[in-house]
């Protein structure tokens, strides 16, 4: 399934690794909910991309935008994730099922090694607009080439700054 610009997202409602549980429709931003879906514990590009955007969390405050970095994981792999990773500020989701990812339109990948899970998705990255509707997302089938933070950022002030809609709304492809 594929989530269009300016269609509603799934529901989304998670345990916290800090004990605490988030849920989407709870999201009050002023710009956007950005959600980061990403693969797990075994994933060390995972690691430096939650890393890097711990260290963005107060500039994406300043913009108004609320985040979670979600995954499959179990709560025991995530929370060993959160005291591993240089990651302690930023909500991190867990035991999201492999039907909510797939609800979400997440590649799902089956693991090939004692490190991975059996199943997991692979990343993706939503910005909702306060009224729950998709703006913009990247969905990947492996763990490569993620979004940098400074230009995620910098596409927000551009959006805000411009009042730019939404794009890509008008899908074409066969099936």
């Known amino acids: 399934m ?11 409602q998670l345990p916290l690794i800090n004990d605490t549980h988030w849920n989407l ?14 693969r797990g514990l075994h994933c060390p590009i995972c690691k430096k991309q939650l890393e890097a955007l711990a260290g963005k969390l107060e500039e994406f405050s300043q913009r108004g935008v609320h985040l979670v970095a979600v995954s499959c994981d179990t709560e025991e ?12 500020e930023l909500p991190v989701g867990y035991e999201m099922s492999i039907e909510k990812a797939k609800e979400w339109g997440l ?3 089956e693991g090939i090694s004692d490190k991975e899970p059996e199943q997991f998705s692979e990343p993706g990255l ?5 009224n729950g509707t998709l703006y913009a ?5 492996m763990p490569f080439a993620r979004p940098k933070w400074d230009d995620i ?3 927000i002030d551009y959006v805000e700054e411009n009042d730019y809609p939404a794009r890509g709304g008008a899908v074409a492809y066969a099936l």
């Open 77 to 88: 792999r995530a929370k060993k994730a959160g005291k591993e990773w240089n990651i302690a």
């Open 25 to 38: 429709s709870e999201q009050r931003s002023d710009t956007f909910t950005m959600v980061v879906f990403y």
């Open 107 to 109: 590649f799902i990948s």
């Open 126 to 130: 939503f910005l909702i607009r306060p």
């Open 2 to 12: 594929m989530i269009t610009p300016k269609e509603k997202v799934p529901s989304l």
């Open 137 to 141: 997302s990247t969905v990947q089938t």
């Open 153 to 155: 950022l910098s596409a």
